[in-house]
């Protein structure tokens, strides 16, 4: 079976610092992980995947995320918060054998002024 | 390029009554997915499709849950008589080869659905 934890319900960090949302998974075989963002009344866009390779992927509005494998973490990251990050961002995975995404609960991202 | 395509956006509706969800997947994507959203359960993945055939319904809640993939430009869900416990949010997505653990899925912008 394939699992994902997002441990924290929400993360508050003020605009311009550092932000980090954390995401840890389980699954039997190579992870497919994913993040997602979700605004408001919106559907959920895509963000950035991570498949093989280097273990920093860079994603779109200047997100990116660190792959440990034997942390079994996926942490979503950017250098610099904007209040426009303000959302809700779910994790996924997927292994080699399934084709259905597993989501985490979401975490939702305030980004105060 | 247009992404995936939902409707209707909103949906009241009264416990017993018919409801008909519609999406239509970015073209060129061969597989489609049906998720539920909910305050409790969160994501769930209810049906997928590859090129038009269902693969896994193993998440549909019961038989008064039904979908249906006609053809590679338009999917289905139904709910037949709903209940006020499936009112949520219903996002379809589409990817371009469902078969493949690399693929990314795109997501449309939900439908809202309440049963009252």
């Known amino acids: 079976a394939q699992s994902v934890a997002q441990p924290e319900d929400q993360v508050n960090v003020a605009e311009g610092n550092p932000l980090t949302v954390k995401c840890t998974y389980s699954?039997?075989?190579?992870?497919?992980l994913f993040w997602y963002v979700q605004y408001p009344n919106r559907g959920l866009q895509f963000l950035l995947k991570?498949?093989?390779?280097?273990?920093l992927v860079k994603g779109s509005y200047g997100f990116e995320a660190e792959f440990n494998k034997s942390q079994t973490s996926f942490h979503l990251k950017k250098p610099s918060a904007l209040v426009s990050d303000s959302a809700l961002y779910f994790c996924a995975v997927r292994d080699g054998t399934r084709r259905a995404l597993t989501f985490g609960s979401g975490t939702r991202l305030q980004v105060q002024p | 390029d247009a992404g995936v395509i939902q409707s209707p956006r909103h949906e009241v509706t009264e416990m017993g009554q018919e409801v008909t969800l519609r999406c239509k997947p970015i073209?060129?994507?061969?597989?489609l997915f049906w998720y539920r959203q909910t305050m409790m359960r969160g994501l769930e993945l209810l049906i997928y499709f590859n090129n038009n055939v269902p693969i896994d319904d193993s998440g549909m809640p019961e038989d008064r849950f039904s979908a249906k993939m006609p053809n590679a430009s338009f999917s289905t869900l139904k709910i037949q008589p709903s209940e006020p416990r499936d009112s949520a949010v219903y996002f379809c997505a589409s990817s371009l080869d469902g078969t493949r653990g690399t693929d990314t899925q795109y997501f449309g912008p939900g439908t809202r659905l309440t049963v009252l």
């Open positions: 991570y498949i093989t390779g280097d273990n």
């Open positions: 073209s060129g994507h061969n597989s």
């Open positions: 699954v039997s075989g190579n992870p497919y």
